[in-house]
């Protein structure tokens, strides 16, 4: 039988990425001694009063269609919370309620993207960024980082990548796997490519809430920027709430109507038990992040700080987040080979960060996701085997 063409898409390296935390995930399940660092889906229960809202929505029959856009309620709460954040004039028509980040991003570039058109991607970039934007039909361009180890974005290297078919620009701030959080200068320079070539910019701002130190910049708030912005952000990571599929995306209101057309048909709203929940989420969110927040500067150094020890490994620290990477160069092994070696020898599941693009290639990516104990061990047992290597 014949597939559509876009299938080819869907695929690929990107997705073989995830078999090392499958295999973690299917040993935890067998009962065996694995600590699985290697996705972000926090270890700790989504805040009680969240779930509580949830339930006695659910126990009031709030098991209904709901509107398609995301109730109204939530949507004002978000518009009110993000104005606060930007400085921008946002309200509910700026809002479309989305089943989680990810659906966010897959349904702007559906909007945005036609075949054979070029979208940049600052590298190293989300590894579900290439399927998203080629499901469209276009193309991700990768825009190289600095080559100083430090992964900031290089703006000539994004400006370069620009061509008469390019698009838009996406990209994450903070960053993931990197967690690294732009400056204004940095996104005053991507703005101004955006502006001057007249690209959308996409911007995955599901950490924000989650920066360790200093203010966060979002770029649809810099001049010029709010027209050509799309922001993506959901309660995963602020809240606990991975598995609630809940998030929204900002944009001018033209492109929320075509995205409410498209939801329409892709996933009908939302239920109302979670949205009543999120609107909880947004209500205590100045309370809530913080806390998050805390927890995981905490963990990074739990986590970080004891491999310095190693002579073959260097840290590199993350701004935001709740993942760091880890050069393994030194090693004299591959990503992919330390990732499984370590795995197979102390039962610990990283990621080989290639799956983020060639920026990446020779770090690994850890998560802080677990317990502070288990953290420690998985230092030790990462510890062990880098020292196993260098001996």
Known sequence: MRFAAR??????GSVRAWDIHNAGKEALARGENVI???VGDPDFATPQAITDTAIKSLKDGDTHYTTVAGRLELRKAIAAHQSR???LALHEDHVLIVAGAQNGLFSAAQCLFDPGDEVIVPEPAYLTYEATIGATGAQMVRAAAKRDGSFRPDLEALEAAVTPRTRGIMLANPGNPTGIVMTRAELEGIAAVAVKHDLW???????AELVFDGAFVSIASLPGMAERTVTVGSLSKSHAMTGWRIGWMIAPEALITHADHLALCAIYGLPGFIQNA???AIADMDHVAPLMRDIYRARCGVLCDPLKAANNLKVLYPDSGMFALIDIRGTGLSANDFAWGLFRAEGVSVLDASAFGPAAEGYIRVAFTVSDDALADAA???LRYARSLSA
């Open 7 to 12: 299938v080819d898409h869907l695929g690929g």
């Open 201 to 207: 910019v996409i911007c995955d701002e599901v950490y």
């Open 85 to 87: 954040r930007t400085g």
């Open 380 to 382: 030790q047992r990462i």
């Open 36 to 38: 699985v660092l290697s």
């Open 278 to 280: 999120a609107i909880q």
